[in-house]
């Protein structure tokens, strides 16, 4: 049987990783099979996690599509064949990959205190640079979604209209049956029960988004099902096989194992591979920092460049005349 790594960022909430991005693949290649490797990425925001091996072949999460569409296209893995000429099945996917995509951005950035972004994606960090990292994505989503603050109240309106819209759509699809269409897994199903997992498990109870979804209780039993199935049971078996490397986007380099540092053990001398990995590590957080100052300074020369031009402004114009 083929052998898969996936690449993704570190379990929190008792899911395998609560990353939006990574969780849809572990579950879309889990639906295939169950022979995978999961390598732990330390890591903020980098887009070309998750990533999956396999042999010589290799899909990153930044190139066209993402990771899933990457293994479709490549002939690696296609759980969607019988579906891709299916109107509702389309409909259905882009609610999701849009909709609701869009409703977990919203709610982990900006919805909510942020405490469930900061343990995804922060919390390995020194303080300081993940505090500022933080910020700077939440700066980052509002402009994805195209927040301000004359529209922010209308936009967070939008965001779980559509939310309610999607799963009330996707409930009326799975009635009660065992996967979304057909009785079958699809990519559909990856990507809702990651959505579904991270919204019940990683959103504080406080959340909208989280009470929107438990009025729907086929969904929420769905959810639980697929998770005791491939999450609870990894836990106690040999499936899946977790690893752990530095904050790095390179594959493979000497994973080593999460809890594992005998002290009774001599120390042996690095090799030249995990000397190089080390390096890689440190230029990646040097790089991080770089990009904070730098958008601390813009930052700073954007807002006074607005309140001059706000003083301008009053000076020298009055448009109601």
């Known amino acids: 049987m083929e052998e898969y790594t996936l690449v993704v960022r570190k379990p929190c909430f008792g899911l395998p990783t609560s ?12 639906l295939l099979t169950r022979n995978i490797i999961i390598v732990l990425i ?4 980098l887009d070309t996690i998750p990533y999956v091996e396999s042999g010589e072949y290799v899909a990153y999460n930044n190139e066209k599509g993402g990771v899933i569409e990457r293994l479709k296209e490549d002939g ?13 099945w389309i409909s259905m996917k882009a609610m999701a990959s849009s909709w609701l995509a ?53 936009i967070e309106e939008q965001i779980y209209r559509r939310a309610s819209i999607a ?25 809702f029960l990651s959505q579904a997992l991270i919204t019940l498990q990683a959103l504080p109870e406080t959340s909208v988004l989280r009470s929107k979804l438990l009025e729907h209780e086929n969904l ?40 594992s540092k005998p002290k009774t053990k001599p120390k042996r001398e690095k090799t030249k591979e995990e000397k190089d990995f080390k390096r890689r590590a440190k230029y990646f957080l040097v790089a991080q920092l770089v990009s904070v100052v730098l958008f601390v300074t813009l930052m700073g020369q954007v807002d006074g460049a607005e309140v001059e031009l706000d003083d301008d402004d009053d000076e020298g114009f009055d448009f109601n005349e």
């Open 19 to 30: 990353c939006p991005s990574c969780l849809p693949v572990y579950f879309y290649l889990n």
């Open 220 to 259: 929420v039993r769905y959810a639980d099902r697929i998770k005791m199935e491939f999450v609870d049971v990894g836990t106690s078996s040999s499936v899946p096989n977790f690893h752990a490397n530095p904050s790095s986007a390179a594959p493979r380099r000497g994973p080593s194992n999460w809890r």
């Open 42 to 45: 330390l890591a903020f925001v």
């Open 76 to 88: 690696i893995v296609d759980l969607d064949t019988e579906f891709q000429s299916v109107l509702e």
């Open 102 to 154: 869009d409703a977990i951005k919203y709610e982990l950035w900006v919805g909510t205190d942020g405490s469930s972004a900061q343990s995804i994606y922060c919390s390995d960090l020194p303080w300081p640079v993940g505090k500022v990292l933080f910020l700077k994505q939440v700066y980052t989503v509002k402009q994805q979604l195209g927040i301000t603050k004359d529209n922010a109240e209308g």
């Open 167 to 191: 799963f009330g759509a996707l409930s009326s699809r799975l009635a009660d049956h065992i996967f979304l269409f057909e009785d079958r897994p699809s990519s559909l199903d990856a990507v």
